[in-house]
């Protein structure tokens, strides 16, 4: 957003682990239930980020 001067004076920051997590039930869907703890271990997710 921005009020016409060169700087913006609101920002909103998407840390990429939530676009990453988003994919988390198309990657489940059909697998194993023993799947689900490899493919959240695979992802390289940081729940501090998904906290916000």
């Known amino acids: 957003m921005s009020d ?14 939530f676009a990453i997590y988003q994919s988390f039930p198309e990657q489940v869907t059909g697998g194993l239930l023993a799947d689900v ?12 980020e998904l906290d916000r």
């Open 4 to 17: 016409g001067s060169g700087r913006p004076y609101r920002l909103k920051v998407r840390p990429p682990c």
């Open 37 to 48: 703890v490899a493919i959240l271990g695979s992802m390289n997710l940081i729940a501090g």
